[in-house]
């Protein structure tokens, strides 16, 4: 077998963002540009960290080529083992559990997550190291570094590798094991839940749930789970087969990419629970009957309960979300006596706290959740704990929410998205919501601003320190409004407003409530604050969740 040694040049636009690389298929396209990113993911890493990887896929649009070239370059990098999903499909939650049961030094995840796939559409590359955790700040620059000075990259000259069937093929030195993609998933959800007690409780019909894959990589693992495992009628996944364009829809589990399933939940015959998931199923999206979950109030419930669940039984060592994610989980940590950690956007930033026990659970409020029975955000995993809950509780979702509002307040939460905001307005707003800060203006501009700065994480394990993580600005009565500027899109900027409102009156807690009509002033502050409508022409946002 021949390896190549290919002569390239540097791309300079190959820095990872909140979540690996992400850009438009035609720019991954260019000659040697993804072979050039994972070229630098190589050469970044030190050579004893070259020996096992896991390599998978959501599906989308050219996750079957990219997937090849990803082989070929491992085998040419001396890889011993290569641990691929079956048709090269792996959720970003099976990449991290695997990585982690089989030892690998790392995970290759292709994939672009909610962003829409297809031709014209969006790809992307992210690599895990050997916790499961998506690399670092630091390890993602150095990628950054290595792909700048990028010159040849080495490429084995081998036919297509079939990924079709299951079982091992040894290329030069290189061993390369196709597995089912499903299988370990499932048995480390064993280890979190009851399955013998929710089992029983979808065969007396207490439980039933309606699971929306979007057209992406969830719906194998959706329906082992659900169907195969715990008896839920066939019927429960929609959308459940894998789609290079995932169906052209838009994989973002919300309110407004998931609508149908949100009406859906007011027939009659709607069952206890309804879930949707993202292009790599780490995200979830909880709906009740006739009721939404707010992804704050989620992970803030999935806590108040923890107990209920074996991986839990012993108790929470800590929590944490991300800066922007509802403050409804800190009012349970100190209810439970832990500590509550604030963090960055991106899942990144929870590894060292998982891996060295401050935290056992953790979330977003982009509707990721997960525990640390892996490094990733992990959708079916939140959907299996609200089963649990419902089933040890007895009571049903709209039920659950209302008394934790009752007892700990109602963050009432919304998102406002600006898409298509040109680069230099989007960094000139920010620059001067910086500025507002520094100067403490912002501060004069509104008698209920009690303070605001621009978010700054030490890192408490290694010390390192991401700032400029966005805005916020405190209100009195625990209210907040937080800006930053999305790093996961591939074209324009896009950014992200988010309100909360706290509220400990009783006639909030209704699941009915309209959430942008109740937050409506707090909006309105919001965008003027920023300037938003002068600076960037938008009267209104994009999207609202
Ligand atoms: C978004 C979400 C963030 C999430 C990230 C990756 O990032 O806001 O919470 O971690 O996507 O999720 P941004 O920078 O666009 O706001 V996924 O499911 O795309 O891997
Ligand atoms: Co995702």
Redesign the pocket.
């Known amino acids: 077998m021949n390896i190549n040694v290919v002569k390239t040049t540097p791309y300079s636009d190959q820095n990872p963002?909140?979540?690996?690389l992400?850009k438009k298929v035609a720019v991954i396209q260019k000659p040697n540009y993804l072979e050039n990113f994972v070229q630098s993911v190589f050469n970044a890493l030190p050579s004893d960290e070259r020996n096992i990887l896991v390599i998978g896929g959501d599906g989308r649009f050219y996750n079957n080529i990219a997937i090849q070239i990803v082989i070929r370059m491992a085998v040419a990098n001396g890889y011993k083992r290569l641990i691929i999903g079956q048709n090269g499909l792996l959720s970003?939650p099976a990449v991290s559990n695997l990585i982690r049961i089989k030892q690998a030094n790392g995970g290759m995840i292709l994939?672009?997550?909610?962003?829409p796939a297809g031709p014209d559409q969006d790809f992307?590359i992210?690599y895990n190291n050997e916790n499961g955790s998506?690399a670092s700040n630091t390890l993602s620059a150095s990628i950054f570094a290595a792909s700048l000075e990028i010159s040849q990259y080495t490429i084995a000259d081998i036919s297509e590798v079939n990924l079709r069937d299951i079982g091992d093929v040894v290329l030069n030195r290189t061993t390369i094991s196709v597995i089912d993609s499903v299988q370990d998933y499932i048995e480390c959800m064993k280890r979190c839940f009851d399955f013998p007690k929710l089992r029983k409780a979808f065969a007396s019909e207490r439980l039933s749930i309606r699971f929306d894959a979007m057209h992406a990589v969830t719906g194998p693992y959706a329906r082992s789970v659900f169907v195969d495992e715990l008896g839920a009628s066939s019927d429960s996944i929609i959308n459940g087969e894998p789609r290079e364009d995932f169906g052209g829809g838009h994989p973002?589990p919300n309110l407004v990419h998931a609508k149908a399933l949100f009406e859906s939940m007011h027939d009659a015959n709607a069952p206890v629970l309804a879930a949707a998931s993202?292009?790599?199923g780490?995200?979830n999206m909880i709906l009740g009957q006739g009721c939404f979950v707010s992804p704050g109030d989620s992970l803030a419930i999935l806590a108040e309960h923890h107990k209920i669940i074996p991986q839990f039984k012993e108790g929470l060592c800590g929590v944490a979300r991300?800066m922007?994610?509802s403050t409804a989980i800190d009012r349970i940590a100190e209810d439970l006596g832990i500590q509550s950690f604030e963090t960055p956007?991106?899942?990144k930033f929870f590894g060292n706290l998982l891996d060295t026990s401050n935290i056992s659970l953790c979330g977003?409020?982009?509707?990721?959740t997960s525990g640390n029975h892996i490094r990733?955000?992990d959708g079916v995993w939140a959907v299996l704990f609200w089963l649990s809950i419902l089933e040890a509780s007895g009571k049903n979702v709209s039920q659950l929410l209302v008394s934790h509002w009752q007892r700990f307040g109602r963050s009432m939460y919304c998102r406002l998205d600006y898409e298509g905001i040109s680069a230099d307005v989007a960094a000139d707003l920010m620059k001067n919501m910086q500025f507002g800060v520094s100067e403490s203006r912002l501060i004069l501009k509104h008698t209920n601003i009690a303070g605001a700065d621009s978010f700054e994480y030490i890192d408490p394990v290694d010390g390192s320190v991401s700032s400029n993580q966005g805005i916020r600005v405190f209100l009195t009565g625990g209210s907040r409004i937080v800006y930053?500027?999305?790093?996961?899109?591939t074209d324009s900027a896009?950014l992200?407003i988010y309100l909360e409102q706290y509220t400990n009156s009783a006639q909030d807690f209704v699941t009915s409530l309209d959430i942008p009509n109740a937050t409506a002033d707090l909006a309105k502050m919001a965008v003027e604050l920023a300037e938003i409508s002068q600076r960037t022409g938008m009267t209104s946002p994009s999207l609202v969740t």
């Open positions: 963002g909140t979540s690996g992400r970003t994939s672009a997550s909610h962003n992307g992210k998506p973002d993202d292009g790599d780490d995200r991300s922007p994610t956007t991106g899942w977003e409020e982009s509707f990721g990733e955000k930053r500027l999305s790093g996961t899109g896009t992200r």
